[in-house]
């Protein structure tokens, strides 16, 4: 397995929730990693990435200030921190790495997805 998300749950609305993604060192370091998140009935649509080579990052318009994306290089790990959460982030979260020469914001500019978790925001 070369990217492992985690930290899916149950929060309600207003609450917070830290999601996780491990890689394996080789996609790590050589790979901008990115949230996408896809909700019941709906398309998968980015959340945000943070490069590997700048640390640079993008997120979608409806998260930003409530979500921040970040690394830690010492456990190979990206993290979504996801605050003041909305019934309208619900939906299962993806981690995906990619090496594209522009920063990506769409799956196609992506090469390696991890399995998903599953994020609800409900009262």
């Known amino acids: 397995v070369q990217l492992q998300a985690s930290g899916g749950g149950l929060v309600q609305p207003g609450g917070s929730l830290r999601l996780s993604c491990t890689a394996s060192?080789?996609?790590?370091?050589?790979?901008?990693i990115g949230w996408f998140r896809q909700a019941p009935g709906k398309e998968r649509e980015f959340v945000a990435t943070l490069s590997f080579r700048s640390g640079s990052t993008r997120y979608t318009a409806s998260v930003k200030g409530r979500f921040t994306i970040s690394r830690d290089d010492a456990r190979n790990t990206v993290y979504l921190q996801m605050d003041t959460l909305k019934p309208e982030d619900t939906g299962v979260y993806y981690c995906?790495?990619?090496?594209?020469?522009?920063?990506?914001?769409?799956?196609?500019?992506?090469?390696?997805w991890g399995q998903g978790t599953q994020v609800t925001v409900s009262s």
């Open positions: 995906a790495a990619g090496r594209a020469l522009v920063l990506p914001t769409t799956s196609d500019g992506y090469d390696y």
């Open positions: 060192a080789s996609i790590f370091n050589r790979h901008h």
